[in-house]
């Protein structure tokens, strides 16, 4: 049995000019515990960032007046990991999956007025992902991973939050 420590972050930014962009970013800590050779039990957190400013009226291009949207989110998950090679392995390929509990807060901002009342949502899902684990060293090695958590977003509706991660991690 031995433990692997992993963190990771993502980042994305898409700009249609100096009112209308998106930006998206998030870090994830994981603890995995692994039981067998090829298979361990991943618990992780993330802590997720989201803000998109675009033109409250799409219609007409000279108004300025801008509306802000941004939204947090808790991601804990546990999955169980599946590796496809052993441990020695300088390439690792794994697949994973289990649940995870999300919480959601978002507020809506239109130019300086005050932000609406937030929404907050909160539930249970279920997750998966597939990702590499290229070692640089014994215990030291480079992850990249491309996730999906089903979160919820209201009683009555539900999405897919998909994160493509790359990180490192420490074997103990």
Known sequence: ?????????????????????????GTTLSVSLYLWEKIALELSY???????????????????SQRT???????????LIYVFAERTATFQPYVKGGGAYIK????????????????????????????IKMMISDSLSIRASYDV???PIDNST???????????????
Request: aromatic share 10%; net charge negative; no cysteine.
């Open 69 to 79: 949207t941004t939204q947090w989110s808790d991601i804990s998950e546990a999955n």
């Open 1 to 25: 049995m031995y433990t692997e420590l992993g963190l990771s972050y993502n980042y994305m930014k898409r700009t249609f000019d100096s009112l209308d962009n998106v930006e998206n970013q």
């Open 104 to 131: 959601k807060k978002q507020v809506v901002q239109i130019d300086n007025d005050a932000p609406s009342p937030a929404i907050i949502d909160a539930g249970w899902g279920p997750s998966a992902g597939i990702g």
């Open 46 to 64: 993330t802590n997720g960032l989201y803000v998109k400013k675009e033109r409250e009226s799409s219609y007409d291009i000279n108004d300025n």
């Open 158 to 172: 539900a999405a897919d939050d998909i994160t493509g991660r790359v990180g490192i991690s420490w074997i103990f």
């Open 149 to 151: 958590v089903h979160t």
